[in-house]
Structure formats: structure tokens, C-alpha cells
Nanobody, 124 residues
Framework: QVQLVESGGGTVQAGESLRLSCTVS????????MGWLRQVPGKEREFVSG????????YYGDSVKGRFTISRDNAKNTVTLQMNSLRTDDTAVYYC?????????????????WGQGTQVTVSS
């Protein structure tokens, strides 16, 4: 079965940058649309960014557009999320997810498989 493993989380100060990575194994990565979603305790999981199977189309939630950039390397089975100008309200557990349809989704229910999550904490 498909496994997704996130890395790169940590604690940074507001205004700084962080880069998350997700490595996918056990499937055909190039067939999958990929996404990043995040969740704060007590709140619903929120769509952050998505990318089509080829990388030709990207999508961003309103709260991160212009600050975050998603990319993928199908040769390495990885998807990354470059997070710049981080704000305290970006603090969350960030999850990598895939859609086996190859079509990006903007809601959590559209994804088939999830990573374990990586904590991002942005301090003031």
C-alpha cells in the first residue's frame, strides 16, 4: 500500500521560512495528485495546497497564496511545500496527502491516503 512520510517541520519565528517534504512509496507517484493540508487542535482540517500529477497545475488556499509554493519531483517521488513569510496562524500539523485520481482536491475528503503529519510551530 501507499505510504507517505512528511519531514521538515519545526519551530520558526514569524517571518521566517520552512520547507516541508513528503516522500511517497508503495505506489506510482506520478499518477497521483498531491496535496498539503493542515490541522489545528479543535479545528477541521484545512486545505493548504495541491498539485496535479504532472505538476502543471497548482492550487492554494486563500490564506497561503503568495507565501507558499508547492512543487513535486516525480523522479524522486517527493512533493514539497516551501513556506515563506510564516505567520503565527500557520501553526498546525501539516499533512501530506494524495489523490489516486490524479486530480487535485481542495477538501480533505478528496484524498485517498495521508501521512503521519509534521508539526509546524511559528512563534511571535
Amino acid at each position: 500500500q501507499v505510504q507517505l512520510v512528511e519531514s521538515g517541520g519545526g519551530t520558526v519565528q514569524a517571518g521566517e521560512s520552512l520547507r516541508l517534504s513528503c516522500t511517497v512509496s508503495g505506489g506510482t507517484f506520478s499518477r497521483y495528485a498531491m496535496g498539503w493540508l493542515r490541522q489545528v487542535p479543535g479545528k477541521e482540517r484545512e486545505f493548504v495546497s495541491g498539485i496535479s500529477y504532472s505538476g502543471g497545475n497548482t492550487y492554494y488556499g486563500d490564506s497561503v497564496k503568495g507565501r507558499f509554493t508547492i512543487s513535486r519531483d516525480n523522479a524522486k517521488n517527493t512533493v514539497t511545500l516551501q513556506m515563506n513569510s510564516l505567520r503565527t496562524d500557520d501553526t498546525a500539523v501539516y499533512y501530506c496527502a494524495l489523490s489516486s485520481s490524479g486530480i487535485p482536491h481542495t477538501v480533505p475528503q478528496g484524498f485517498d491516503s495521508w501521512g503521519q503529519g509534521t508539526q509546524v510551530t511559528v512563534s511571535s
